[in-house]
């Protein structure tokens, strides 16, 4: 068991790329993150000092809940969590900090791949407009496994490359010179996010980057979702003229097969054991 006011590895790792993911607070120090400057999966990193000023922004005031990491766990996550919720915050911390995370071999992001962030403190990106598969689908990973704050601009495939430089996007899934989230071989750009964000470590996210893929690359043969999935993506696109909000029920969608993936792959439906009970039955 987890100390008081605190989470396992093993039980935030449950609710990492979940829509009940808490806010994951990176404290280490500058010294300590050099050491890996890799961060557990959508984490914010804050210094711990600067708590009272940081506490107020919208990202940290508006969390239902929060984890605090430091390296092992102990002062500067305590004490930061500790002054959160003396402001009426609900943190906790992460027990054994990300010494701990790092051990059970959990999936840990590589700063050095992720786009720097506006001034609102979100990573922008931005892609071509009407999005089927591969446009929902990194989106998805993004806001669960790196950003939940992330912003998408959908625009005119040929203004692409000049949206990315005049807003300072990061530009993804189109082809182009020096754009690096994009189709390699036979990946797409889905497999390409997972294996460069550190994020293969979770068989879950590889099982459905084959699923993308095959729905994304006209391979059904590649997963038997995989010709669902791209029937139910043409079929967002048609129900919503609106590429947001067909990101927004798009979510929704890859958040059922993602836990599909991690949690029922091995389920089947058999109608007489969910079928009601009665009187006569043995």
């Known amino acids: 068991m987890p100390a008081f006011n605190a989470i396992s590895a093993d039980q935030l790792s449950r609710l990492v790329g979940t829509p009940r993911a808490p806010r994951v607070i990176d404290v280490r120090t500058d010294e300590d993150f050099a050491l890996d400057p890799r961060l557990i999966p959508a984490a914010l990193r804050r210094p711990h000092a600067d708590v009272?000023?940081?506490?107020?922004?919208?990202?940290?005031r508006d969390a239902s809940?929060?984890?605090?990491?430091?390296?092992k766990g102990l002062k500067l996550a305590q004490g930061v969590a500790a002054w959160l919720r003396q402001l009426g915050l609900p943190a906790r911390t992460l027990e054994g900090g990300t010494l701990a995370w790092a051990a059970a071999g959990l999936p840990l992001v590589?700063?050095?791949r992720l786009p720097r962030?506006?001034?609102a403190g979100r990573t922008v990106w931005v892609t071509?407009?009407?999005p089927k598969v591969d446009r929902i689908a990194c989106p998805w990973l993004i806001r669960r496994?790196?950003?939940?704050d992330a912003a998408f601009l959908f625009v005119a495939p040929s203004e692409v490359p000049d949206v990315a430089v005049r807003f300072d996007a990061t530009p993804f899934d189109i082809e182009g010179d020096g754009v690096a989230w994009t189709h390699r071989g036979d990946l797409c750009t889905f497999d390409v996010m997972v294996e460069e964000l550190g994020l293969a470590a979770e068989p879950a996210l590889v099982r459905l980057a084959t699923i993308v893929r095959g729905a994304d690359?006209?391979?059904p043969d590649l997963?038997?979702?995989a010709a669902g999935l791209l029937a139910v993506s043409l079929g967002l696109s048609r129900v919503h003229a609106d590429d947001l909000r067909q990101l927004d029920a798009g979510m929704i969608v890859y958040d059922a097969l993602y836990r599909w993936c991690r949690d029922a792959a091995d389920e089947t439906h058999d109608w007489v054991s969910h079928a009601p009970k009665t009187g006569r039955q043995p």
Request: include cysteine; charge should be positive.
């Open 223 to 225: 997963a038997p979702q």
């Open 145 to 148: 496994f790196v950003d939940p």
């Open 65 to 71: 809940d929060i984890v605090v990491a430091c390296r």
């Open 110 to 112: 590589p700063t050095a």
């Open 117 to 119: 962030r506006d001034a």
């Open 217 to 219: 690359t006209a391979r």
């Open 128 to 130: 071509r407009w009407r």
């Open 52 to 60: 009272l000023r940081w506490a107020a922004d919208p990202a940290v």
